[in-house]
């Protein structure tokens, strides 16, 4: 192991032996080794190698990135990896505490594409926990450790080893099947409730392996109440969390765009305050209200005052849809119908659909209705200038799936249309929105680590 030059010792687990060290150019990196005391166990050394093949499967930036690999001067094994910054997620949410709810499915939705690069590599990490997740000052997240993975098939064969951290192991791991995606899928519902909460699902009870077999989980929202967790949440953490794997998420996609709808929803509701205000907006000798946005309002004071004026929203249907408003059709809208009923009757639809995270129905309803409204959605028509109300939360909805370039499209559009209503609170609304989406477009700090040191300075391109 000439080529690389070892510094301190930054972990030791069970079987190996981590330290930073740098190459022969310099590079910082990390050296993962077999343990002193086991360096002349073949065994050990094989499953050392495996952990090291298995590993260069992944690429992915959310996923530790293997080097390098080889055997040093005396017969033992190495492992050379990028090095990650930041502490593992445990360690985070010990000195923070529970997660904001936005912030816990952001953590998440990295965990899962992270996870989902390792499955498509005919891979299962098979020891998914948040000792097992570095954390950086920005969030990024980054999964390490394969010492327990193993090849993706499916039907993996037993080999009567029962091995991984009670905490976040699955029922039928326990059990003593081969841990498959689903565990991993478990293992990262309990993550996500571990940030939500502060504790993992069975923390505290006195036979955990019991716990996970046959106690069921307190939902999210009631074992932390003041994090004012949407039901929705609670039922696609407890999904992941069932004691059946055919019962849990299908698979790691299926888990991720349930997150992403979530996180949408929760940005929906952090930056922009559609409904919860009940003000009305009136123009000058007009009788059309609109509806008060408001981008900076915290998601905790609009569920409070959404709370104090609107009726609880129902469970969703079996569709995971809203109940249903009254429809008005195409053929009728400008003769019988109120442009302005029409768009406040699609944004109380919306909101029902935003409220159950169902982001993508509200789309579809948006879009909709504004097909409706304006088939050419460049229209000069009086009832055009109205829509800018559900164009902004169009866009919003668009920034929050990652669509981009088309919420600053639309958003562009809105503010025309708010010009054209001669509403001044309207221009200013629209306005901000296209701001917060040009800002969103500005290159990032490049970030300079410090040679030897965490630190770091961020400097302006």
């Known amino acids: 192991m000439t080529k690389y030059l070892l510094g301190e010792l930054l972990g030791r687990g069970g079987m190996g032996q981590v330290h930073s060290a740098r190459d022969r150019y310099g590079k910082a990196v990390v050296v993962k080794r077999l343990r002193n005391t086991l360096a002349g166990d ?5 499953r050392f190698m495996n952990e090291a093949q298995l590993a260069e499967r992944v690429a992915h930036p959310n996923v530790i990135k293997v080097l390098d690999k080889g055997e040093a001067e005396d017969g033992s094994p190495y492992l050379v990896m990028d090095r990650a910054h930041g502490i593992s997620l445990g360690k985070a949410i010990d000195r923070d505490g529970p997660f904001a709810v ?3 499915l952001r953590v998440a939705a990295q965990l899962l594409e992270g996870l989902q690069a390792i499955h498509d590599a005919r891979v299962v990490h098979a020891d998914m926990k948040s000792s097992n997740v570095l954390i950086d000052d920005a969030d990024r997240v980054t999964i390490i450790d ?15 080893m029962v091995a991984g951290t009670p905490a976040f192991m ?36 006195s036979d955990i392996f019991d716990a996970h077999l046959h106690e069921v989980a307190i939902s999210p929202s009631l074992r932390a109440p003041e994090q004012n967790i949407p039901a929705a949440i609670d039922r696609m953490v407890l999904r992941a969390l069932e004691k059946s794997p055919a019962a849990r998420w299908l698979n790691v996609r299926e888990f991720a765009l349930a997150v992403e709808d979530a996180l ?5 509701i952090t930056t922009m305050d559609i409904w919860a205000a009940r003000t009305t907006m009136r123009r000058e000798g007009s009788n059309v209200p609109a509806t008060t946005v408001d981008f900076g309002a915290s998601k905790n004071t609009v569920r409070r005052e959404k709370a104090a004026r609107l ?80 164009q902004t939360v169009l866009a919003a909805l668009y920034d929050g799936l990652g669509k981009k370039e088309r919420a600053r499209r639309l958003a562009l559009v809105a503010y025309k249309n708010a010009l054209r209503t001669g509403c001044k609170l309207a221009e200013a609304r629209t306005k901000a929105l296209i701001e917060r989406f040009e800002q ?4 990032p700090s490049r970030v300079r680590f410090a040679k030897g040191s965490s630190q770091f300075q961020r400097m302006k391109r």
């Open 146 to 160: 394969f010492g327990l993975a193993r090849t993706l098939t499916k039907e993996p064969e037993r080999t009567g």
């Open 264 to 268: 949408a929803a929760e940005q929906m």
């Open 440 to 443: 969103q477009k500005r290159p």
């Open 311 to 390: 009726p609880t929203p129902m469970p969703p249907a079996a569709d995971d849809s809203a109940p249903e408003l009254p429809l008005v059709s195409k053929r009728n809208t400008r003769d019988t119908v109120q442009p302005h009923d029409v768009i406040s009757a699609a944004l109380e639809r919306a909101q029902q659909l935003i409220e159950n995270r169902s982001a993508r129905a509200a789309v579809t309803e948006l879009e909709s209705t504004l097909a409706m409204l304006t088939p050419d959605i460049a229209s000069e028509l009086p009832m055009a200038a109205e829509t800018w109300r559900i």
């Open 42 to 46: 073949r065994l050990m050394a094989a």
């Open 170 to 205: 699955a029922p039928e791991v326990i059990t003593g099947a081969p841990p498959t995606a689903a565990a991993d899928i478990y293992a990262v519902g309990v993550m996500l409730y571990e940030m939500l909460t502060g504790n993992t699902p069975f923390a505290g009870s």
């Open 102 to 104: 936005e912030r816990a």
